[in-house]
């Protein structure tokens, strides 16, 4: 089973920048989909962009244009680059593995990371 620890949050203002990482652990790392996901006080956990083994990515709507996903199979590594920061990016950061549309199925998370974002 692929274990994830996440790191790189902390406080930044709005129109901000923040590189979030995601190591994992587990042998069949560069063949997992993985996603970084979040979620805000209050809300549903949210899917924000997924990385396949190859590179392929996809993100949601509200971060397109200003969150790169990407990841490093050599390091078991997956990034989260997030530019043009908005006060509603605040929220835990999660990776874990992307399952398709019944990801929210996954039960098992790690602590994740805090982003905050100051207006």
């Known amino acids: 089973q692929v274990r994830f620890v996440e790191s790189g949050g902390g406080l930044v203002q709005a129109g901000g920048s923040m590189r979030l990482s995601c190591v994992a652990s587990?042998?069949?790392?560069?063949?997992?989909?993985i996603g970084w996901y979040r979620q805000a006080p209050g809300k549903l956990r949210e899917l924000v962009a997924f990385?396949?083994?190859?590179?392929?990515?996809n993100y949601a709507d509200s971060v397109k244009g200003r969150f790169t996903i990407s990841r490093d199979n050599a390091k078991n590594t997956v990034y989260l680059q997030m530019n043009r920061l908005k006060p509603e990016d605040t929220a835990v950061y999660h990776c874990?593995?992307?399952?398709?549309?019944?990801?929210?199925?996954?039960?098992?998370w790690g602590q994740g990371t805090q982003v905050t974002v100051s207006s």
């Open positions: 874990n593995s992307y399952t398709g549309p019944n990801w929210r199925l996954l039960v098992d």
């Open positions: 587990g042998s069949t790392f560069s063949r997992n989909v």
């Open positions: 990385v396949t083994g190859d590179g392929g990515r």
